[in-house]
């Protein structure tokens, strides 16, 4: 918020230079952005009278005036190009050695066109108050002192300070609430603005009501006032205006506009007559209520908006005509034509204000505030005190006023503080050399200055009872605790080291999921993130409730798709085929509830090798073995038994070249090759593979022991290698002839792997050919042939025992 100095003198005493002010505020928890100094902008610039003007003798558009600015001498000569530039008129003239810092120009002597110019009658925009001016400005003075300073004539004599509040302290985003803050923290007075007093409330025969059960909306007051005279406002007024930010419209408007500002309250005035003619009688009834289903309102800004069932509005007669809080409605503004009004003032729930201005994408003054919280307390008061305005500046009478409150009428709240609490939690004061504890006078004193009322009820403990316009933030002792730190001064207390300290560290989960993307990474696997909101396409997906876009309303059951999604994106792109993974969240519905897991995924396409000039630049499709490698790998590191298993039933991969991962009795996972349809509808390679793992599973298999990996010494002693071969079923897999090979073998077995594999000639119908290597070793002795021999003969017969093999060798 804008803060004008000039009107915070008005209402409380202050001292100190803007640059102090500034820096108080700020260590009080008010971060002052920018300090604004308009005592620069017309420095130098004087009041003066043109005496004569004439056209200029060698310019068509030019005008050479004499100017008494009185200084006792000859008026200046200056030539100036207003179009507006006439004899006896008061202006504004900056004189030689003037610089405006607005148009970046210091005023020196000139010839223009032959003819010398000593200064510069001065525009609105060149002294910075307009963006743009169609002439010089006209002062319209009574009692005109020439040569005078022109600052205080157009409010030059301020400066402003743009001040940011915290979320909390709705109270800060009005000329009141800061002048409270400043005066706490200054130990000066506050001088509250005059309200006025409502002479007449509404009668029994008065053509105004107001009707209202909504809990979004705890009071409402209409007033209706008649006799009203639109026109401009008064200087004073707009330049307060303008100060803030606001564009002056017209006496009506603009008041409600400056009890905004004085007051922190939204009030919006209606044409009384155009609200009759809106609800189609002359009796009024004026309501708050939520929009219905296909109704629209074109709000002041000259937009058609279509409303939504969140949007809280203002109905006359059950017809729309302001969006409550927001905005109003265009058919019933104030206009020149204006003479009775009903004025709203209003409080409403923030949380219902927020949704409506959002779903709208339309945030305005009072949207603001209200979205904060505006002081219901001292809504009357901010309601007569426009009234007492609007009967100044308008001529206005109030001649009834309607009420309705669904909300408290009490604000009261107290709260218990310790001082002992208030010590424990802020610690020691600095006191010169020494320290010490907070005082209970010191105590009293920031509290009473805070408007509190502070009652002991035990020694060391104090009843405090919250002003009215501090309700809705000082709710607990923690709160007050911090007003009395904020107003102590967070540098006036010592700085305090904690006493011991313990080293952070991650959770075992998130160490172990970083050892996992470590290990891809180290696999040829780049990492990949993507949007957990995608299109909703299945019933199990979950459906937001209020999406950031339409099209995008469902979380992910799945990450497969958008892998698919960023390989073919990739190749579309140029950049080749992609090898990827990414760890994330996948959510679906399982009936009415809802559930989420960590799922890891990837994509594989690409070819890994360097150097395919031996190849004359072709890339080299990966196999499905070389792809299920990749996996076998990172498995392999963790030592995660994993068994692979025949899977069919993704639409989306081949049914032959898919398996499902096991993990003893847990289903790990997914791997497979995309389905040929698949690949033709996206134009992809032939071999593409793609992995969904539950990560939850893979981590459990891992285990805290992957993190704690050391060396284990190799054997210094040669190996003894032995090859078995033999004609299998095809429908028993090679991790089945794996597990009943190791298991037979016991701890002579190293390690067995599958060299060769055959199906054709000479191999009977429905088997294959298979040939394994076993490595037998120890890390004791060198094995010898009757070490091995027994073993290998009793792996021979077990795979004769459990498989009917044939063997070869």
Same mark, same amino acid.
């Given at each position: 918020?804008?803060?004008?100095?000039?009107?915070?003198?008005?209402?409380?005493?202050?001292?100190?230079?803007?640059?102090?002010?500034?820096?108080?505020?700020?260590?009080?928890?008010?971060?002052?952005?920018?300090?604004?100094?308009?005592?620069?902008?017309?420095?130098?610039?004087?009041?003066?009278?043109?005496?004569?003007?004439?056209?200029?003798?060698?310019?068509?558009?030019?005008?050479?005036?004499?100017?008494?600015?009185?200084?006792?001498?000859?008026?200046?000569?200056?030539?100036?190009?207003?179009?507006?530039?006439?004899?006896?008129?008061?202006?504004?003239?900056?004189?030689?050695?003037?610089?405006?810092?607005?148009?970046?120009?210091?005023?020196?002597?000139?010839?223009?066109?032959?003819?010398?110019?000593?200064?510069?009658?001065?525009?609105?925009?060149?002294?910075?108050?307009?963006?743009?001016?169609?002439?010089?400005?006209?002062?319209?003075?009574?009692?005109?002192?020439?040569?005078?300073?022109?600052?205080?004539?157009?409010?030059?004599?301020?400066?402003?300070?743009?001040?940011?509040?915290?979320?909390?302290?709705?109270?800060?985003?009005?000329?009141?609430?800061?002048?409270?803050?400043?005066?706490?923290?200054?130990?000066?007075?506050?001088?509250?603005?005059?309200?006025?007093?409502?002479?007449?409330?509404?009668?029994?025969?008065?053509?105004?009501?107001?009707?209202?059960?909504?809990?979004?909306?705890?009071?409402?007051?209409?007033?209706?006032?008649?006799?009203?005279?639109?026109?401009?406002?008064?200087?004073?007024?707009?330049?307060?205006?303008?100060?803030?930010?606001?564009?002056?419209?017209?006496?009506?408007?603009?008041?409600?506009?400056?009890?905004?500002?004085?007051?922190?309250?939204?009030?919006?005035?209606?044409?009384?007559?155009?609200?009759?003619?809106?609800?189609?009688?002359?009796?009024?009834?004026?309501?708050?209520?939520?929009?219905?289903?296909?109704?629209?309102?074109?709000?002041?800004?000259?937009?058609?908006?279509?409303?939504?069932?969140?949007?809280?509005?203002?109905?006359?007669?059950?017809?729309?005509?302001?969006?409550?809080?927001?905005?109003?409605?265009?058919?019933?503004?104030?206009?020149?034509?204006?003479?009775?009004?009903?004025?709203?003032?209003?409080?409403?729930?923030?949380?219902?204000?927020?949704?409506?201005?959002?779903?709208?994408?339309?945030?305005?003054?009072?949207?603001?505030?209200?979205?904060?919280?505006?002081?219901?307390?001292?809504?009357?008061?901010?309601?007569?005190?426009?009234?007492?305005?609007?009967?100044?500046?308008?001529?206005?009478?109030?001649?009834?006023?309607?009420?309705?409150?669904?909300?408290?009428?009490?604000?009261?709240?107290?709260?218990?503080?310790?001082?002992?609490?208030?010590?424990?939690?802020?610690?020691?004061?600095?006191?010169?050399?020494?320290?010490?504890?907070?005082?209970?006078?010191?105590?009293?004193?920031?509290?009473?200055?805070?408007?509190?009322?502070?009652?002991?009820?035990?020694?060391?403990?104090?009843?405090?009872?919250?002003?009215?316009?501090?309700?809705?933030?000082?709710?607990?002792?923690?709160?007050?605790?911090?007003?009395?730190?904020?107003?102590?001064?967070?540098?006036?207390?010592?700085?305090?080291?904690?006493?011991?300290?313990?080293?952070?560290?991650?959770?075992?989960?998130?160490?172990?999921?970083?050892?996992?993307?470590?290990?891809?990474?180290?696999?040829?696997?780049?990492?990949?993130?993507?949007?957990?909101?995608?299109?909703?396409?299945?019933?199990?997906?979950?459906?937001?409730?209020?999406?950031?876009?339409?099209?995008?309303?469902?979380?992910?059951?799945?990450?497969?798709?958008?892998?698919?999604?960023?390989?073919?994106?990739?190749?579309?792109?140029?950049?080749?085929?992609?090898?990827?993974?990414?760890?994330?969240?996948?959510?679906?519905?399982?009936?009415? =509830?809802?559930?989420?897991? %960590?799922? /890891?995924?990837? $994509?594989?396409?690409? +070819?890994?090798?360097? !150097?395919?000039? *031996?190849?004359?630049?072709?890339?080299?499709?990966?196999?499905?073995?070389?792809?299920?490698?990749?996996?076998?790998?990172?498995?392999?590191?963790?030592?995660?038994?994993?068994?692979?298993?025949?899977?069919?039933?993704?639409?989306?991969?081949?049914?032959?070249?898919?398996?499902?991962?096991?993990?003893?009795?847990?289903?790990?996972?997914?791997?497979?090759?995309?389905?040929?349809?698949?690949?033709?509808?996206?134009?992809?390679?032939?071999?593409?593979?793609?992995?969904?793992?539950?990560?939850?599973?893979?981590?459990?298999?891992?285990?805290?022991?992957?993190?704690?990996?050391?060396?284990?010494?190799?054997?210094?002693?040669?190996?003894?290698?032995?090859?078995?071969?033999?004609?299998?079923?095809?429908?028993?897999?090679?991790?089945?002839?794996?597990?009943?090979? =190791?298991?037979?073998?016991? %701890?002579? /077995?190293?390690? $067995?792997?599958?060299? +060769?594999?055959?199906? !054709?000639?000479? *191999?009977?119908?429905?088997?294959?050919?298979?040939?394994?290597?076993?490595?037998?070793?120890?890390?004791?002795?060198?094995?010898?042939?009757?070490?091995?021999?027994?073993?290998?003969?009793?792996?021979?017969?077990?795979?004769?025992?459990?498989?009917?093999?044939?063997?070869?060798?």
């Amino acid at each position: 918020m804008r803060i004008s100095l000039n009107w915070l003198r008005e209402l409380t005493d202050i001292t100190m230079s803007p640059e102090q002010l500034a820096e108080t505020l700020t260590m009080a928890g008010f971060e002052v952005e920018d300090i604004e100094d308009r005592r620069t902008w017309a420095d130098g610039v004087v009041l003066g009278k043109v005496i004569s003007c004439a056209q200029h003798p060698n310019a068509d558009k030019l005008r050479v005036c004499q100017v008494d600015i009185g200084a006792g001498d000859e008026p200046l000569n200056i030539v100036c190009g207003a179009p507006n530039a006439r004899a006896d008129i008061y202006v504004a003239v900056a004189t030689v050695g003037t610089y405006l810092p607005n148009v970046d120009l210091k005023i020196k002597p000139a010839k223009l066109r032959g003819v010398p110019s000593a200064g510069m009658i001065c525009s609105l925009a060149e002294l910075g108050l307009t963006k743009e001016s169609a002439g010089i400005h006209i002062f319209e003075l009574e009692n005109p002192q020439l040569g005078s300073d022109v600052r205080p004539l157009l409010g030059l004599d301020d400066v402003i300070l743009d001040l940011t509040a915290t979320a909390n302290r709705a109270d800060a985003l009005s000329m009141v609430g800061v002048a409270r803050e400043v005066a706490a923290l200054t130990g000066s007075t506050v001088r509250l603005p005059e309200a006025g007093e409502l002479g007449e409330t509404l009668s029994e025969g008065s053509n105004l009501r107001v009707d209202n059960s909504l809990q979004s909306c705890p009071i409402y007051i209409g007033t209706a006032i008649e006799g009203v005279k639109i026109g401009p406002s008064p200087e004073w007024l707009q330049r307060r205006l303008q100060a803030a930010g606001i564009r002056p419209i017209n006496n009506v408007v603009d008041v409600t506009n400056y009890i905004l500002l004085e007051w922190g309250q939204p009030l919006h005035a209606f044409d009384r007559e155009r609200l009759q003619s809106v609800a189609g009688s002359e009796s009024l009834t004026i309501g708050v209520r939520y929009a219905k289903a296909g109704e629209s309102l074109k709000t002041l800004d000259g937009q058609l908006r279509a409303l939504q069932e969140q949007n809280l509005l203002i109905v006359a007669n059950d017809k729309p005509v302001a969006l409550a809080g927001v905005m109003g409605g265009e058919e019933t503004e104030v206009g020149d034509g204006t003479q009775n009004l009903v004025l709203e003032a209003a409080i409403f729930e923030g949380a219902a204000i927020r949704r409506s201005s959002r779903s709208q994408g339309l945030r305005s003054e009072s949207s603001t505030r209200y979205e904060r919280g505006v002081n219901q307390a001292e809504l009357p008061v901010a309601c007569r005190r426009a009234l007492k305005l609007i009967a100044e500046l308008a001529g206005g009478v109030p001649v009834s006023q309607a009420i309705s409150r669904t909300g408290p009428t009490s604000f009261t709240r107290s709260v218990e503080l310790r001082l002992d609490r208030v010590n424990q939690l802020l610690g020691k004061v600095k006191r010169g050399d020494a320290t010490g504890e907070l005082q209970p006078e010191e105590m009293e004193r920031i509290l009473t200055a805070l408007g509190c009322c502070v009652e002991r009820t035990q020694e060391r403990v104090w009843a405090v009872t919250v002003p009215a316009y501090r309700y809705r933030d000082l709710e607990r002792e923690i709160d007050l605790i911090e007003e009395i730190a904020r107003l102590y001064g967070y540098d006036n207390f010592c700085e305090t080291l904690p006493g011991s300290a313990m080293l952070g560290y991650l959770p075992v989960e998130e160490q172990l999921t970083r050892e996992l993307r470590s290990a891809f990474r180290a696999a040829g696997l780049t990492e990949l993130m993507h949007y957990s909101l995608v299109k909703p396409v299945s019933e199990n997906q979950v459906a937001l409730a209020n999406p950031l876009f339409v099209e995008y309303s469902g979380l992910r059951s799945e990450m497969l798709s958008g892998l698919i999604d960023a390989f073919q994106y990739n190749l579309q792109q140029g950049n080749g085929a992609l090898n990827g993974f990414e760890i994330g969240r996948i959510f679906w519905k399982d009936g009415d =509830v809802l559930k989420e897991a %960590s799922a /890891l995924a990837g $994509v594989i396409g690409g +070819d890994p090798e360097v !150097g395919r000039w *031996v190849r004359g630049g072709r890339e080299q499709a990966l196999s499905w073995f070389e792809a299920k490698g990749v996996l076998e790998s990172v498995f392999g590191r963790f030592n995660v038994p994993v068994e692979w298993k025949q899977e069919s039933s993704e639409e989306r991969l081949h049914p032959g070249r898919t398996a499902s991962l096991w993990v003893g009795d847990s289903r790990l996972g997914i791997f497979g090759q995309l389905h040929p349809e698949l690949r033709q509808e996206r134009d992809l390679p032939d071999a593409v593979y793609v992995f969904q793992l539950d990560l939850a599973v893979l981590l459990a298999a891992v285990g805290e022991g992957a993190l704690g990996r050391r060396f284990r010494a190799y054997s210094s002693y040669p190996a003894s290698d032995r090859d078995i071969a033999f004609f299998a079923p095809v429908g028993v897999s090679v991790a089945e002839f794996e597990g009943a090979i =190791v298991k037979a073998a016991g %701890s002579l /077995l190293e390690s $067995v792997e599958v060299f +060769d594999e055959y199906r !054709g000639e000479h *191999v009977p119908s429905g088997q294959r050919s298979l040939a394994f290597r076993l490595v037998y070793r120890v890390g004791d002795r060198t094995l010898t042939d009757s070490d091995v021999e027994p073993v290998h003969q009793k792996v021979r017969e077990a795979l004769v025992k459990q498989f009917d093999v044939s063997l070869r060798s």
